[in-house]
């Protein structure tokens, strides 16, 4: 579970010193100035995955300095990498010195000096960060030096899986079990060296075990994105993958159910999603299942009923929704649904298949 502390507890004179102690305790020893030391405001959260830990930052704009005085006094010998949750920022290190945002990564070496500004937004800065320690990563250290204090995508490739990954972590690392979490911390490191090996073109280089781990998470990736297309199953699967169906089987041999299993079940949870939103509370049951690709209703309600234990429309009727007035808004398609089907009504179950200032407050900033 996430421990986190606030600064909303304390006096606002003591906030900015308390953030500057946690961040040195908990991340790095820097030096941290910000002009709104007066009046700042912060929350920390550490989630523990055993060989590796997360760290979620939400604090005012500020901007700081890890020199080699600070390094000597204390460096847990990481590289640590950040997705950026809010605000615009800034770093520099090793010759790195680049400006990201929302959905950013960015990867530092806590052995080596930096800087780094975090802006003000529309909102306060962010950031869930994971700990890596160097003997962890299966990457030799003079090449991953290379990506230091360098922006990496976090919309495309291995930097959307991992990004993706990373913010499953701070959405539902609460739901888990320690050691659930524990069990996590493997597949952590692996996804991010993953991340680093591919933006190095040394994804070859990694172990067999670990691309193999990663490769599951791009499908499972690819499935979450592609829900709303009909022509989701094994064979297009594989063929987005550059495997065969025989293959992608065998990645999911290990698993409590199979791909179309799993397509199967996050399609009906998507659907019980849109049952308990109360903007689509004047659509038909039927429209909704149709949008995530189950237009036969008989073959949907069975199966709804047999995950969650009611029917759709009892489910949707426990969230306080009765069906609205089918006006010309309940008529307009779905966001994302596919084109009707005349035939659908007789559909045998499609996708059911069983296969800074002068004034500004400094904490030790030189």
Not at 99 to 122: K, M, N
Not at 135 to 163: E, N, T, Y
Request: aromatic residues 6%; proline residues 8%; hydrophobic residues 40%.
């Amino acid at each position: 579970m996430w421990t986190s502390v606030s600064a909303a507890t304390l006096p606002v004179a003591e906030r900015f010193e308390w953030f500057h102690d946690i961040v040195a305790s908990a991340l790095i020893p820097t030096a941290i100035r910000s002009e709104l030391s007066a009046d700042f405001e912060a929350e920390v959260s550490m989630l523990d995955l055993g060989v590796t830990q997360v760290s979620s930052f939400t604090h005012s704009p500020l901007r700081s300095r890890r020199t080699p005085a600070l390094i000597r006094r204390g460096d847990p010998e990481q590289y640590q990498l950040a997705l950026i949750t809010g605000g615009r920022w800034w770093m520099s290190q090793c010759g790195g010195d680049e400006e990201f945002g929302v959905g950013d990564l960015i990867l530092w070496d806590t052995s080596r000096p930096q800087e780094t500004v975090a802006h003000g937004g529309d909102g306060p800065s962010g950031s869930l960060i994971l700990h890596l320690p160097k003997d962890a990563l299966p990457l030799p250290s003079g090449r991953v030096d290379r990506l230091l204090g360098r922006r990496i995508p976090g919309d495309s490739g291995m930097g959307a899986v991992l990004a993706r990954y990373i913010s499953s972590l701070g959405a539902h690392g609460a739901e888990c079990e320690p050691r659930e979490l524990r069990g996590l911390g493997g597949a952590t490191v692996e996804l991010a060296a993953a991340c680093l090996a591919q933006r190095l073109d040394a994804y070859r280089e990694l172990p067999a075990e670990t691309r193999a781990r990663v490769l599951r998470e791009r499908i499972d990736a690819f499935i979450e994105d592609n829900l709303g297309d009909p022509a989701l199953d094994p064979g297009l699967i594989a063929a987005a993958h550059g495997i065969s169906v025989r293959g992608l089987h065998a990645l999911f041999r290990d698993r409590p159910e199979s791909v179309s299993a799993t397509v199967r079940r996050r399609r009906l949870d998507r659907c019980r999603t849109d049952l308990t939103r109360p903007e689509l509370a004047g659509r038909p049951v039927h429209d909704i299942a149709a949008r995530w690709c189950l237009p036969n209703a008989a073959a949907f309600s069975r199966a709804f009923r047999e995950a969650y234990g009611l029917t759709p429309t009892a489910y949707r009727h426990t969230a306080g929704l009765r069906p609205g007035p089918a006006g010309p808004a309940a008529a307009a398609p779905l966001p994302g649904a596919p084109p009707p089907d005349p035939s659908a009504s007789n559909a045998g179950g499609a996708g059911f298949a069983s296969g800074g200032a002068s004034n500004a407050g400094e904490a030790g900033f030189g």
